[in-house]
């Protein structure tokens, strides 16, 4: 992933590219609308986008009105990336951190969000052929450990379907 981001940096640096918006930009504007609409969160509830890549998600949260927003990613230029395109958006409030979400020896995230969001880390750690059940349930104990109690899971998979992933989350 570094390399791929590194590249995405420079396209960005050089052509305004921001690079592969995962699972497309309409789908990015719906999940962020429907989070808008449907879960009534007030604009500074803390949220968190798990594997942020380009950081476009939090563009779009940040247009919705959001504020308190934590983008992080395992990829240091991910995070390179996504910092770069927040601050041409004039979004630089924007949070971002590298970290990864299934280290929690090696990071210091808050544990009072109201919203995790993840749109494909589930599914990367999902095809991960290292053990992948044990990975999945990592990634369950630590985004459990920094929500609130009332808080929010918004997973966007195409791996899984909407009955697997909240058989994974019971268990």
Not at 139 to 144: F, G, L, M, P
Request: charged content about 30%; overall charge negative.
């Amino acid at each position: 992933w570094e390399r791929t981001y590194s590249d995405d940096l420079n396209n960005f640096k050089e052509y305004g590219d921001v690079g592969e918006i995962w699972f497309g930009k309409s789908n990015t504007l719906k999940v962020v609308r429907w989070i808008h609409t449907q879960l009534k969160l007030n604009k500074n509830d803390k949220i968190i986008d798990i594997g942020c890549g380009n950081g476009m998600t939090l563009v779009e949260l940040v247009k919705q009105g959001f504020e308190l927003l934590l983008g992080i990613d395992y990829s240091e230029k991910a995070v390179d990336l996504a910092r770069e395109i927040l601050t041409e958006n004039n979004m630089p409030h924007v949070e971002l951190k590298v970290c990864d979400i299934l280290d929690p020896d090696h990071f210091d995230l808050p544990t009072d969000f109201k919203l995790a969001h993840d749109k494909g880390t589930y599914d990367a750690i999902s095809l991960n052929p290292e053990n992948p059940a044990s990975k999945r349930q990592k990634y369950i104990e630590n985004v459990h450990r920094i929500l609130l109690p009332s808080g929010y899971l918004v997973l966007t998979s195409c791996n899984w379907t909407k009955e697997e992933i909240e058989k994974h989350l019971q268990n």
